[in-house]
């Protein structure tokens, strides 16, 4: 499971709204061009806050967890969401093309062009990647094997975990047993943006590391409910 298309559009669309925009406005009335761009700086603030906020929050409940058969076993699926990042990066990336577009007004000032140049550039190359990155994700899936991380990039085995790690962090103390991409280290949210507290994620995970017997019932309706019930959600 990847990137929702609603989460391009969020990262791009403001970038290429402005892209487009702004020149055909401004070109044929060079006053026009001190107001929209005061119109776009408001919208590109509000927009970065709200990215700010959004950013912030952690309150996601284990609803967000779904029962799902993965490579013919049942699986918890806590699906990537992107969605909190693009508006951030996406109301950003518009932010910086109007900076271009601005230094590109001072015609004469050779300096400045060429940094709007590699504004839209670099701006333009971030984008990109974020969006491969968002085509090549996948979920995290809890299975009474182990738990898959980016859809099965990388299997870490429960024998792998480390126990003695602190909380939050997920340390493999048996790096031999990994599967598929190394991992050393894994922090909730830190690779796969997760839709689902990240509180009450790796108490499940830490749960289930020290209780193997609870394994089997990874992935069933009934261990869910039961998760919900006897794990505290995180309020923020």
């Known amino acids: 499971m990847r990137a929702r298309a609603g989460d391009f559009l969020v990262l791009l669309a403001p970038t290429v709204v402005v892209g487009v925009l702004v020149p055909v406005v401004t070109r ?7 107001p929209v761009l005061l119109v776009l700086l408001i919208i590109a603030t509000i927009g970065i806050a709200f ?7 952690t309150t996601r409940g284990p609803s967000t967890f779904a029962v799902v058969v993965w490579r013919e076993q049942p699986a918890f699926r806590i699906q990537p969401s992107f969605r909190r990042q693009c ?5 950003l ?7 271009a577009f601005n230094g590109f007004r001072v015609g004469h000032v050779s300096v400045l062009r060429v940094m709007s140049y590699g504004i839209i550039v670099l701006t333009s190359l971030f984008l990109l990647i974020m969006s491969v990155r968002m085509l090549r994700s996948g979920p995290l899936l809890l299975t009474a094997e182990g738990i898959a991380i980016d859809g099965g990039r990388s299997f870490v085995p429960w024998d792998a975990l480390d126990l003695t790690s602190e909380p939050g962090t997920w340390a493999v103390g048996s790096p031999e047993l990994v599967r598929g991409r190394r991992v050393r280290e894994f922090r909730p949210g830190e690779d796969v943006p997760l839709e689902v507290s ?30 919900r019930g006897t794990l505290t959600r995180q309020v923020t």
Do not use: K
Not at 87 to 91: D, E, L
Not at 93 to 98: E, S, T
Not at 206 to 224: V, W
């Open 28 to 34: 044929d009335d060079p006053g026009a061009y001190v």
């Open 51 to 57: 990215g700010l906020i959004l950013l912030a929050q």
């Open 87 to 91: 508006v951030f990066y996406g109301v």
């Open 93 to 99: 990336g518009a932010a910086l093309v109007l900076m």
């Open 198 to 227: 990240l509180y009450f994620l790796t108490r499940v995970v830490d749960l289930y590391a020290r209780q193997p017997e609870r394994r089997a019932a990874i992935g069933t309706p009934a261990e869910l409910e039961r998760l």
